[in-house]
């Protein structure tokens, strides 16, 4: 199985998973405890002042969010909401200081375009054609403090769970970015068989939904890996770091390519897509960024429908997503996403055929978050 044409280092995980297929509440206490990891920008060898523009600090609070953090506790809510509740459950959200269904931020700052360097591939200049009106469509959505869980199962089996938090907004030097953060855990029940414990995370440009720094630190029975990308779009480049340790075949290297003046990285695409506009028919295509290669992620808007998550009937979008990489344009297969037909749009479930059956991942498990304006 090429692991390497999923769509997005998330789904990448998961594959993982599918060695070592007990019961969620069991599991959950350490898929949620707090998992330390050394930052990578200390890890690798990398240049000492470079290094100081990716190191994470604290922003200043948001007088608006942290105002909204001291009302009434938000009582923790599940993919179980039915749509004929969908009322009841916006006047709770209001009560609790979470935003109204018009109140989304305006459009990111679309990136200014200058002169590209005299090596600049030309299939990246048409990427940027592609994707500067995309862009423009974009409407940002990070809402700190949101919590997702999702079960994800092969052949019916349960894997192991994902959980994906919104974290707080801090500085990269002199970038303010949202913080995204995701652990991938198999089930405690199987880590005779096969284990892993795995997290994700992305640093996101606030002005221009841009990634500045993604990070992937792997700890399996059969591998270690620590993946580290710095992302500079004022001189289009990303500084790729990548160490693997496995019987037989350690892997050590450092990539430094141009990229597209707009790009994601594998995870913050999940999070892009949550801000563009959902309907029926509307194509996007925009490249990801993968250990320092880019490649294009196709996505079309199938419509709205009702699908079932959790044993609940829930209002969503459904979302066809392709990969295509340079070159001979390879593809990987279709990849569903179905996203909530809401104001949030939290990722509801995602679907995605393999060699053998498909991998299926479901929300179980939801905690709303507060706009960040």
């Known amino acids: 199985m090429?692991?390497?044409?999923?769509?997005?280092?998330?789904?990448?995980?998961?594959?993982?998973?599918l060695s070592g297929c007990g019961s969620f509440e069991k599991d959950k206490e350490s898929l949620l405890s707090t998992k330390e990891n050394q930052d990578l920008v200390n890890a690798f060898d990398i240049n000492k002042e470079q290094a100081e523009l990716y190191k994470e600090q604290l922003a200043k609070p948001d007088v608006k969010a942290e105002e909204a953090g001291k009302t009434p506790k938000v009582e923790v809510k599940t993919a179980k909401d039915k749509t004929t509740k969908d009322k009841k459950v916006k006047d709770k959200k209001l009560k609790a200081g979470l935003p109204?269904?018009?109140?989304?931020?305006?459009?990111?700052?679309?990136?200014?375009?200058?002169?590209?360097?005299?090596?600049?591939?030309?299939?990246?200049?048409?990427?940027?054609?592609?994707s500067e009106a995309i862009w423009g469509k974009f409407k940002s959505r990070f809402y700190k403090g949101e919590q997702s869980i999702m079960a994800i199962s092969?052949?019916?089996?349960?894997?192991?769970?994902?959980?994906?938090?919104?974290?707080?907004?801090?500085?990269?030097?002199?970038?303010?970015?949202?913080?995204?953060?995701?652990?991938?855990?198999?089930?405690?029940a199987y880590r005779y068989f096969y284990w892993l414990d795995d997290t994700i995370e992305t640093f996101i440009d606030k002005s221009t939904f841009?990634?500045?720094?993604?990070?992937?630190?792997?700890r399996e029975k059969k591998q270690n890996v620590d993946d580290l990308?710095?992302?500079?779009?004022?001189?289009?480049?990303?500084?790729?770091?990548?160490?693997?340790?496995?019987?037989?075949?350690?892997?050590?290297?450092?990539?430094?390519?141009?990229?597209?003046?707009?790009?994601?990285?594998?995870?913050?695409?999940?999070?892009?897509?949550?801000?563009?506009p959902m309907n029926k028919g509307e194509k996007f295509d925009?490249?990801?960024?993968?250990?320092?290669?880019?490649?294009?992620?196709?996505?079309e808007v199938m419509g709205e429908e009702t699908t079932s998550v959790d044993g609940n009937d829930v209002r969503a979008y459904r979302l066809k997503a392709e990969t295509h990489f340079p070159g001979v344009l390879q593809k990987s297969g279709d990849i569903n996403f179905w996203y909530a037909a809401d104001e949030a749009r939290r990722l509801l479930k995602f679907q995605a055929k393999v060699k053998i059956g498909s991998i299926y991942g479901e929300l179980v498990e939801y905690k709303p978050g507060v706009l960040v304006k």
């Open 154 to 188: 092969y052949l019916g089996v349960t894997a192991g769970h994902i959980t994906i938090f919104s974290k707080d907004v801090v500085n990269l030097s002199d970038k303010t970015a949202f913080h995204y953060y995701a652990r991938f855990k198999s089930r405690d």
């Open 229 to 276: 990308q710095l992302f500079d779009f004022n001189k289009l480049k990303t500084y790729h770091w990548y160490k693997r340790v496995k019987v037989g075949s350690n892997k050590d290297e450092k990539i430094e390519n141009y990229i597209p003046r707009f790009a994601q990285d594998s995870f913050s695409a999940l999070q892009f897509v949550r801000g563009l």
């Open 2 to 17: 090429n692991c390497k044409k999923i769509v997005s280092s998330v789904f990448l995980l998961t594959l993982a998973m």
């Open 286 to 299: 925009f490249p990801v960024i993968t250990r320092g290669k880019p490649w294009l992620l196709k996505v």
């Open 210 to 218: 841009l990634p500045l720094k993604y990070s992937l630190i792997q």
């Open 100 to 130: 109204e269904s018009t109140a989304v931020v305006a459009p990111p700052a679309v990136p200014v375009a200058g002169a590209y360097p005299d090596d600049y591939p030309e299939i990246l200049k048409g990427y940027d054609a592609k």
